[in-house]
């Protein structure tokens, strides 16, 4: 090929001497199919068990707030102050998802409420990666196994 002044020619590539430098080729094999898991995929196989118990430990973690929520922080401290347990629900839910939307908030005076407010927030976000993650692979192993069904 020639642009005017470069002049450039394609080079085909000599097998026999990229293997003497000791480096190999991958030969693909698109005919090679799996019967069945091999133990990498047996290892990443998501049981139904542990899809509920995520799903529990995030029900676990919003009854946890509630309780501390709703009958520690705010009823000892604000006496005047009720949150209903749906208050306590919305409170705790927004909080470990990081939303906070500004609408309810603990005693600003409060330290240990607030400090207990940032923790729960912080564990929150890794329990709820966590729950994600393990529901996660669990509907994609669901569709593969539906995709390989249907070939």
């Known amino acids: 090929l020639e642009d005017g002044e470069h002049s450039i020619t394609p080079?085909?590539?000599n097998i026999e001497e990229y293997e003497d430098q000791g480096l190999k080729i991958p030969q693909p094999n698109?005919?090679?199919?799996?019967?069945g898991p091999t133990d990498?995929?047996?290892?990443?196989e998501t049981s139904n068990t542990a899809t509920l118990l995520s799903v529990g430990v995030i029900f676990g973690y919003i009854l946890l707030g509630?309780?501390?929520?709703?009958?520690?922080?705010v009823?000892?401290?604000?006496?005047?102050?009720?949150?209903?347990?749906?208050?306590?629900?919305y409170y705790?839910?927004?909080?470990?998802?990081?939303?906070?939307?500004?609408?309810?908030?603990l005693d600003e005076e409060d330290w240990g409420a607030q400090l207990f407010n940032a923790l729960y927030a912080i564990l929150g976000i890794a329990i709820i990666g966590w729950a994600l993650n393990v529901i996660g692979q669990?509907?994609?192993?669901?569709?593969v196994k539906a995709l390989a069904a249907a070939n």
């Open 138 to 143: 669990k509907m994609v192993q669901e569709q």
């Open 30 to 35: 698109p005919t090679r199919r799996s019967k």
């Open 92 to 105: 705790a839910t927004l909080t470990y998802t990081t939303v906070g939307f500004g609408d309810f908030a």
């Open 11 to 13: 080079q085909v590539l």
């Open 66 to 73: 509630v309780i501390a929520f709703g009958f520690v922080f």
């Open 75 to 89: 009823q000892e401290h604000e006496p005047d102050v009720r949150w209903s347990i749906i208050d306590c629900m």
């Open 40 to 44: 990498h995929e047996a290892d990443l």
